[in-house]
């Protein structure tokens, strides 16, 4: 494994970073922290909650600081944060934060604030009520006025 260390992402023989493009990369160690994921706050915090509990140090940094792109989706929050852990240990804390991440999944739908969708729809289903508001003004207000020049002419 070869490690960058300029944004802390690890990969297999590669000439430049996959991540970063940094071609100054070294054998990775053990102590190195790399990367395990982005997350939003709360699930950042769980994990390292979580991690902390199974002696696993885990270093929280703001996502935007690491510079890192390619491993997230597009749904990027400025609050996320991104968990850096010792590569020795980098496979302990995975299978400790996908059961975090499961967690947390679970308890979005136990509870829903506000599922996401919900404002999306609501939003949708007026727009269409107010197209169809226009197209009644419109075919109403075309036809008051063809009644009121028939009263100017007649
Ligand atoms: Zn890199």
Redesign the pocket.
């Known amino acids: 494994m070869l490690y ?1 260390s ?2 802390r ?1 690890i990969c297999d023989n590669a000439a430049r ?1 996959p ?2 493009r ?1 071609p100054k990369l070294r054998p990775v160690d053990p102590e190195d922290l790399v990367l395990l994921h982005s997350a939003d706050l709360y699930t950042a915090q769980q994990v390292q909650e979580r991690l902390a509990l199974d002696g696993i140090r885990c270093q929280v940094e703001d996502f935007a600081k690491g510079g890192v792109s390619c491993f997230y989706d597009s749904q990027v929050m400025p609050t996320d944060k991104s968990l850096y852990v010792p590569y020795r240990q980098l496979e302990e804390a995975r299978v400790i934060s996908a059961q975090v991440g499961r967690e947390v999944e679970h308890e979005m739908e136990q509870a829903p604030p506000e599922p996401p969708g919900a404002k999306r729809i609501i939003g949708e289903i007026l727009s269409v009520v107010v197209f169809l508001l226009l197209i009644m003004a419109a075919v109403f207000g075309a036809d008051a006025a063809a009644n009121w020049l028939k009263g100017l002419f007649a």
């Open positions: 960058c300029k944004c992402a970073c991540n970063c940094n």
